[in-house]
């Protein structure tokens, strides 16, 4: 079990440019989360979805931020502009179902800095 | 509304000594409830998790946490701590919504020589 791979582990870009974060979630796992990280607001749940389908998106901090899962084994998170304030380690979790019973794995995380 | 509360964002033992890391969660329903570490530069790990049966859990690494229902907490803990426990843990508690668990604001574990 190769576990849940996040790509790039760090992405550095210009203020304005569109980034997109990749995620591919454990086989099996039906249940896919999206969250950030920073020392200021801590660890934040963006987005998540039940069988590729966005369930609460009421994380994602505005328009700029969307996320689609095309299918059962690939999520992205994409950011368009980046703005500064988007500098972040964003992490990809997955649960089979029933994840409040069973938890979440995660991937190691995309660090992101917006110069 | 299901929370968990971490009490003390920052902890320092010294190597050797007792680890215990507090959590309280307010729930309507049992809760289901986890402990996760993050090390430095790395992803959020499960340690041990409750769901029902013994209070009193095992996970990896030599942590234990319990259950305790009337007092709604789910404190970790270790009876010697190692400088390689340095880390940030982080409770969760999940029941109160299909899928979702929530998460503390978590705390830091430093480990004084």
């Known amino acids: 079990d190769a576990g849940v791979i996040q790509s790039p582990r760090h992405e550095v870009t210009e203020m304005g440019q569109e980034v997109t974060l990749r995620c591919k979630p454990i086989?099996?796992?039906?249940?896919l989360f999206w969250y950030r990280q920073t020392m200021m607001r801590g660890l934040e749940l963006l987005i998540y979805f039940n069988n590729n389908v966005p369930i609460d998106d009421s994380g994602m901090p505005e328009d700029r931020f969307s996320a689609k899962m095309p299918n059962a084994s690939f999520s992205t998170l994409k950011i368009q502009p980046s703005e500064p304030r988007d500098s972040a380690v964003y992490f990809c979790?997955?649960?089979?179902?029933?994840?409040?019973?069973?938890?979440?794995?995660f991937g190691s995380g995309t660090r992101l800095t917006v110069v | 509304a299901q929370s968990v509360t971490q009490l003390g964002s920052h902890v320092s033992v010294s190597e050797g000594a007792l680890v215990l890391l507090r959590c309280n969660y307010s729930?309507?329903?049992?809760?289901?409830l986890f402990w996760y570490v993050q090390y430095p530069n790395q992803g959020l790990q499960l340690l041990l998790k409750?769901?029902?049966?013994?209070?009193l859990v095992k996970g990896i690494n030599g942590f234990e946490a319990e259950f305790k229902k009337s007092e709604t907490s789910f404190h970790l803990t270790k009876p010697s701590a190692h400088m390689s426990d340095a880390a940030e843990y982080f409770c969760?508690?999940?029941?109160?919504?299909?899928?979702?668990?929530?998460f503390g604001s978590g705390t830091r574990l430093s480990i004084r020589p």
């Open positions: 086989s099996g796992h039906n249940s």
């Open positions: 969760a508690a999940g029941g109160s919504s299909a899928s979702k668990i929530i």
């Open positions: 729930s309507s329903v049992p809760p289901y």
């Open positions: 409750y769901t029902t049966g013994a209070t």
């Open positions: 979790a997955s649960s089979p179902g029933g994840g409040e019973v069973y938890g979440y794995t």
